[in-house]
């Protein structure tokens, strides 16, 4: 039976999400980032920005909206098929949303942020390529990057030759490391983690209403 329907926050508003498809974004990506270092020094909070988010996604059944007439609809079979792969939650924009909060949770971000870069950077137009693939190497790449994702030195050292002269591949290697890890460490703690049990138990209780 399919879940109720419920609407979906957009992907771009998440909070800490890091999008390349705004230039002025990307300029300031630094700032934000070198905040987002001292943010994690700071207790967590985020057992009760779960709850809130979660509250949040609960349909409001009185409204009326129908799925057939919303994209943005999620339902307590679409979650569950989240567990089949890693590649089955990253094509979901509500997948991409509830999993950056997990990864947030961890401290871990930068995984899925730079992976989401990625993707837009494959969709950039040639003119643009050398410019945003600088910004993504200083983003994320460097050695001295704020939210520098872990990878070994051979391909950093690799990425860096490529975006000199900038395709739309000179980041599959890194994109391709930073997906093994977050499939083989984080997606699995994902599954047993209480912001996807609940979201999952929440979605199957308004189905049966």
């Not at 983690?193 to 189905?207: C, E, G, M, R, T």
Request: hydrophobic share 35%; glycine share 4%.
């Amino acid at each position: 039976m399919r879940g109720a329907g419920i609407s979906v926050p957009r992907l771009d508003r998440m909070p800490g999400m890091f999008f390349s498809t705004a230039p002025k974004d990307l300029k300031e990506t630094d700032h934000s980032f070198l905040q987002d270092k001292t943010q994690k020094r700071r207790p967590k909070t985020f057992g009760m920005d779960v709850k809130a988010y979660l509250r949040s996604m609960i349909p409001h059944l009185e409204s009326g909206l129908k799925p057939s007439k919303s994209k943005d609809i999620l339902s307590a079979d679409d979650v569950m098929q989240w567990s089949q792969s890693l590649e089955k939650l990253l094509a979901n924009p509500a997948g991409q949303d509830v999993f950056g909060s997990f990864l947030k949770s961890e401290f871990s971000e930068e995984n899925i942020e730079f992976w989401l870069a990625c993707e837009d950077y494959k969709k950039t137009e040639s003119e643009n390529l050398h410019c945003k693939a600088e910004r993504i190497f200083k983003a994320f790449v460097h050695s001295d990057a704020a939210k520098q994702i872990n990878i070994d030195f051979r391909t950093r050292e690799l990425t860096a030759k490529k975006i000199k002269a900038p395709t739309s591949t000179c980041f599959d290697e890194a994109q391709k490391i930073v997906y093994t890890l977050m499939e083989k460490d984080s997606y699995p703690r994902f599954l047993k983690s209480n912001i996807y049990l609940n979201l999952l138990n929440d979605l199957q209780a308004n189905s049966l209403k």
